[in-house]
T-cell receptor, first 114, second 112 residues
């Protein structure tokens, strides 16, 4: 079955450590996205990539970094510079069809930093 | 920036009741999407709307793209326990998801 796989499901880190969240898709989608979800808020865009080896900052990119070396993979690194990293992180992708929507989501990674 | 107001924030209903929720925007959109999210999971697409005035159904769910292009509603008929979750609307003016704006969600609770 095609889909988006995020791992791990739960991640715990100490403050000051960088941590990388994995996102893999086998939908053959060109575009991939990272969102952050906090309780009671809408999803906020961190980074997105429309093609391999290219990515753009979203609305809240500070303290995060990404890479897109392969079409299937779009890992997100939460750096120690991110002031409030504890959140639910969602990876998503879209096709390159005429509308390039809708967005398909993975099952998320819950990151807790103490 | 664009604002998207989703209401109500939460609903408590009896099983079998119909549900209605809506989203309004300060800007016009070309696309409206409705998602459902179960606890600890990613959002799942319910309905996608691409044309003003469009009314689309998916089983017991019906959603409409408002004629002004600034609003959309989602109705659920004859609610069942598995309808529990958080429902999100999202709107976009352009192709691609990089400008997709999300509502804050409607949390639906059903009393059996």
């Amino acid at each position: 079955d095609g889909g988006i796989t995020q791992s791990p499901k739960y991640l715990f880190r100490k403050e000051g450590q960088n941590v990388t969240l994995s996102c893999e898709q086998n939908l053959n989608h060109d575009a991939m996205y990272w969102y952050r979800q906090d309780p009671g808020q809408g999803l906020r865009l961190i980074y997105y990539s429309q093609i391999v080896n290219d990515f753009q900052k979203g609305d809240i990119a500070e303290g995060y970094s990404v890479s897109r070396e392969k079409k299937e993979s779009f890992p997100l690194t939460v750096t120690s510079a991110q002031k409030n990293p504890t959140a639910f992180y969602l990876c998503a992708s879209t096709s390159s069809g005429p509308s390039r929507l809708p967005l398909h989501f993975g099952n998320g990674t819950r990151l807790t930093v103490t | 920036g664009q604002q998207l107001n989703q209401s109500p924030q939460s609903m408590f209903i009896q099983e079998g009741e119909d549900v209605s929720m809506n989203c309004t925007s300060s800007s016009i959109f070309n696309t409206w999407l409705w998602y459902k999210q179960d606890p600890g999971e990613g959002p799942v697409l319910l309905i996608a709307l691409y044309k003003a005035g469009e009314l689309t159904s998916n089983g017991r769910l019906t959603a409409q793209f408002g004629i002004t292009r600034k609003d959309s509603f989602l109705n659920i008929s004859a609610s069942i326990p598995s309808d529990v979750g958080i429902y999100f609307c999202a709107g976009s003016i352009i192709q691609g998801a990089q400008k997709l704006v999300f509502g804050q969600g409607t949390r639906l609770t059903i009393n059996p």
